[in-house]
């Protein structure tokens, strides 16, 4: 049993790095050749500034975060770890500042609310898993830089709708702009609810034996 909760944990860790490193080389670092976003501006003062400190935090944040979970690697090189988590943190607060102002002028109207409240959730998250680590709670400070990870990876997982059609689920849905929505609001908050009842809800659910 052991045995094959590891495997499923590499190949979990796994598919979340592979993912993380093709959204990296296929959608960030042409920004970081010259390639600009016109949508957003075509000068980097004209919003162009918050799209390369939206990009240079989550490539910090996106790398970075396996890193936080890797017990292994924790334990061994501690410093490391604490240094990395700083980087961490510092890349979701420059994200995270950043994509408060993207979210307002995203092309996918509909998806402003969810981008946005999306954003919240990434910067309180990770502020608590700093406040909780600072209180010497490891339990609460995992919780919360699981939940702050998830938001990083929301921000990827709704860039790759077609890679990962919801079609299946919800059936074709042919108006672009509301199949981003539907993507958009289900990769932003679905895992982090699901994170919320494996972390909290189930645990709280068993019996404590010494009441």
């Given at each position: ?7 499923l ?20 670092i042409?920004?970081f ?8 501006g ?19 944040a ?11 690697f ?6 490391f770890h604490?240094a990395?988590?700083k980087l ?10 950043s ?12 998806c402003r609310i ?18 909780t680590?600072?209180?010497k ?36 849905i042919?108006?672009?702009i509301?199949n981003?929505t539907?993507?958009?609001y289900?990769?932003?908050?679905v ?11 189930i ?9």
């Amino acid at each position: 049993m052991l045995v094959l909760q590891r495997s499923l944990l590499i190949l979990f860790w796994a598919f979340i790095i592979s993912l993380s490193l093709w959204f990296f080389f296929d959608n960030i670092i042409m920004i970081f050749f010259g390639y600009r976003i016109f949508i957003f501006g075509d000068s980097f003062f004209n919003n162009q500034v918050w799209v390369v400190m939206h990009l240079v935090g989550g490539t910090f944040a996106l790398l970075l975060g396996p890193m936080q979970f890797w017990k292994g690697f924790r334990n061994r090189f501690l410093k490391f770890h604490r240094a990395s988590g700083k980087l961490y943190m510092i890349g979701v607060l420059l994200a995270g500042v950043s994509a408060l102002r993207l979210s307002l002028i995203s092309y996918c109207v509909p998806c402003r609310i969810s981008l946005f409240i999306l954003t919240i959730l990434a910067l309180l998250s990770t502020w608590f898993a700093w406040k909780t680590i600072k209180a010497k709670n490891v339990k609460a400070h995992r919780q919360f830089m699981i939940r702050s990870y998830i938001c990083v990876l929301a921000f990827v997982m709704v860039r790759v709708d077609n890679v990962i059609p919801l079609g299946f689920m919800f059936g074709q849905i042919e108006d672009p702009i509301f199949n981003r929505t539907v993507n958009e609001y289900f990769f932003s908050f679905v895992p982090l609810l699901v994170a919320e009842i494996l972390m909290v809800w189930i645990p709280n659910s068993k019996s404590n034996k010494s009441v």
